[in-house]
């Protein structure tokens, strides 16, 4: 559908799978002109190929599961431990963390414990592996839930629309929501990013790159950007971990 070739900046592209139909959210900077044109566009294919939606705020990448981890004046969150296929522990975190610094650390101004092996950001996907420093480091399938609250990660799965999925964030803690629509196109300021996952769980900076998950222990996405925040709610959208697996050749669980 030629909808799907527009790369509106503020705009997001998304599918119910369960009905084929492109669901379009539009954030606060799509506005005037711009917002005509693609109101009118929408509106010409109908209502059962696609819908316009609002989004509140602005899409923005939510840069600054669950630690903080620091490097170069950035924070973001580390997403799930891994294991690389030669055996070397790492974790995934956001591709738009991993391309602003080489080596990260679990406190500001600390020494790094991390570096990173392959970032993606834009493009066909939001995800970078690290590997840590140490290799002895003890890196459990776990999400820190804080408090001493350790939850069991066992497996990666995929995103469906429908499913309630948590999120837990270095800045703002564990949030919840539902997951709306599949392969999302993003078109951030700093580029365009395809094959997300859109949903109804709030974000803000420095949760990037943590993780999305099931009540269940299944690994769902690394938090990528959206709009809004844990106050008035939003949109986020997430890098699904069947990908970034998939692409950097590690394992989960």
């Given at each position: 559908?030629?909808?799907?070739?527009?790369?509106?900046?503020?705009?997001?592209?998304?599918?119910?799978?369960?009905?084929?139909?492109?669901?379009?959210?539009?954030?606060?900077?799509?506005?005037?002109?711009?917002?005509?044109?693609?109101?009118?566009?929408?509106?010409?294919?109908?209502?059962?190929?696609?819908?316009?939606?609002?989004?509140?705020?602005?899409?923005?990448?939510?840069?600054?599961?669950?630690?903080?981890?620091?490097?170069?004046?950035?924070?973001?969150?580390?997403?799930?431990?891994?294991?690389?296929?030669?055996?070397?522990p790492g974790f995934?975190?956001?591709?738009?963390?991993?391309?602003?610094?080489?080596?990260?650390?679990?406190?500001?101004?600390?020494?790094?414990?991390?570096?990173?092996?392959e970032a993606l950001?834009?493009?066909?996907?939001?995800?970078?592996?690290?590997?840590?420093?140490?290799?002895?480091?003890?890196?459990?399938?776990?999400?820190?839930?804080?408090?001493?609250?350790?939850?069991?990660?066992?497996?990666?799965?995929?995103?469906?629309?429908?499913?309630?999925?948590?999120?837990?964030?270095?800045?703002?803690?564990?949030?919840?929501?539902?997951?709306?629509?599949?392969?999302?196109?993003?078109?951030?300021?700093?580029?365009?990013?395809?094959?997300?996952?859109?949903?109804?769980?709030?974000?803000?900076?420095?949760?990037?790159?943590?993780?999305?998950?099931?009540?269940?222990?299944?690994?769902?996405?690394?938090?990528?950007?959206?709009?809004?925040?844990?106050?008035?709610?939003?949109?986020?959208?997430?890098?699904?971990?069947?990908?970034?697996?998939?692409?950097v050749g590690a394992?989960?669980?």
């Open positions: 559908m030629e909808l799907r070739q527009d790369r509106i900046p503020g705009t997001a592209w998304a599918t119910d799978p369960a009905t084929g139909r492109m669901i379009v959210t539009a954030d606060s900077t799509v506005t005037g002109e711009t917002w005509d044109e693609l109101e009118g566009s929408v509106n010409k294919v109908g209502d059962d190929v696609a819908t316009l939606t609002r989004a509140a705020g602005k899409f923005s990448l939510f840069a600054e599961g669950g630690d903080a981890i620091f490097a170069g004046g950035g924070r973001c969150s580390l997403g799930f431990n891994v294991v690389t296929a030669d055996g070397t995934l975190t956001a591709g738009h963390c991993g391309v602003i610094a080489e080596e990260w650390s679990d406190e500001q101004n600390g020494d790094p414990i991390a570096t990173v092996q950001f834009p493009g066909e996907g939001d995800f970078a592996l690290l590997t840590y420093d140490d290799p002895a480091e003890d890196a459990q399938s776990v999400v820190d839930l804080g408090d001493g609250q350790l939850f069991e990660i066992n497996q990666a799965i995929e995103a469906e629309v429908g499913q309630q999925v948590f999120r837990m964030g270095s800045t703002t803690g564990l949030f919840d929501g539902d997951v709306t629509a599949l392969d999302a196109t993003v078109n951030y300021p700093e580029g365009t990013v395809t094959g997300l996952i859109q949903t109804t769980v709030c974000a803000e900076p420095g949760d990037s790159g943590g993780p999305l998950f099931t009540e269940d222990g299944g690994a769902v996405g690394l938090t990528s950007g959206g709009s809004g925040d844990c106050t008035i709610g939003g949109v986020t959208f997430f890098e699904p971990v069947t990908r970034a697996l998939e692409a394992t989960i669980g």
